[in-house]
């Protein structure tokens, strides 16, 4: 009866311990190089530019302790850029995307665009005013398994565009566990038995 009992409890252990969202990805634009029109450390940029801010660059922009650093999404070349990196996403689960975004802090009107999480987008607009961060959501489900781009694209190029912070994804995995991990974890459990047997 006792290796019966062991082995449900193995088997609850797999099951619920996929259920909850997990941490996936992760910037806060800390170890990135501020600079004019500097590339955040292992996104890209096209179609114009963007920076980042940090205490040798506007880093009174970023409003956070010192040494904190984010990104204006409107660079110095007046192209706002796209600012866009590829995950590797599995079907079936649920990606949470979430991020910090204020207006430019700058008294420079409001700034809009539009952020894509594979087929997920949100379009934002903030106003100059709005200093505080505003913290955004989005969700992504892919139907299939594969590569998909998240992308931050503000509109215009006055060189003053929304300020961007705090990166972060959590994936919620497939509850249903896979069966061929159960049937590794069963096989483990009785080779263990096994062994014990032979001990005793
Ligand atoms: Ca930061
Ligand atoms: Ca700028
Ligand atoms: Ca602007």
């Given at each position: 009866?006792?290796?019966?009992?062991?082995?449900?409890?193995?088997?609850?252990?797999?099951?619920?311990?996929?259920?909850?969202?997990?941490?996936?990805?992760?910037?806060?634009?800390?170890?990135?190089?501020?600079?004019?029109?500097?590339?955040?450390?292992?996104?890209?940029?096209?179609?114009?530019?963007?920076?980042?801010?940090?205490?040798?660059?506007?880093?009174?922009?970023?409003?956070?302790?010192?040494?904190?650093?984010?990104?204006?999404l409107?660079?110095?070349?007046?192209?706002?850029?796209?600012?866009?990196?590829?995950?590797?996403?599995?079907?079936?689960?649920?990606?949470?995307l979430?991020?910090d975004?204020?207006?430019?802090?700058?008294?420079?009107?409001?700034?809009?665009?539009?952020?894509?999480?594979?087929?997920?987008?949100?379009?934002?607009?903030?106003?100059?005013?709005?200093?505080?961060?505003?913290?955004?959501?989005?969700?992504?489900?892919?139907?299939?398994?594969?590569?998909?781009?998240?992308?931050?694209?503000?509109?215009?190029?006055?060189?003053?565009?929304?300020?961007?912070?705090?990166?972060v994804?959590?994936?919620?995995?497939?509850a249903?566990?896979?069966?061929?991990?159960?049937?590794l974890?069963?096989?483990?459990?009785l080779?263990?038995?096994?062994a014990?047997?032979?001990?005793?």
């Amino acid at each position: 009866m006792k290796s019966k009992l062991l082995f449900a409890a193995v088997v609850a252990a797999a099951v619920t311990g996929s259920a909850h969202a997990a941490l996936f990805f992760s910037d806060d634009f800390q170890s990135s190089t501020e600079g004019g029109n500097a590339i955040p450390s292992g996104w890209a940029v096209s179609n114009g530019t963007v920076e980042v801010l940090g205490p040798s660059f506007f880093g009174g922009l970023c409003n956070g302790a010192t040494g904190e650093k984010c990104v204006d999404l409107d660079g110095s070349t007046r192209d706002a850029g796209i600012l866009s990196r590829v995950f590797s996403l599995t079907a079936g689960n649920t990606y949470a995307l979430s991020f910090d975004l204020a207006g430019n802090r700058r008294g420079a009107g409001t700034e809009t665009g539009t952020v894509s999480f594979g087929t997920s987008v949100l379009n934002f607009s903030l106003p100059a005013a709005q200093t505080a961060y505003v913290n955004l959501s989005l969700l992504f489900s892919p139907g299939s398994s594969g590569n998909y781009s998240l992308s931050f694209a503000n509109d215009g190029g006055d060189n003053m565009g929304a300020i961007l912070d705090n990166v972060v994804i959590t994936v919620d995995q497939n509850a249903v566990p896979v069966p061929g991990t159960l049937a590794l974890l069963a096989a483990g459990v009785l080779a263990g038995l096994a062994a014990k047997r032979r001990r005793g």
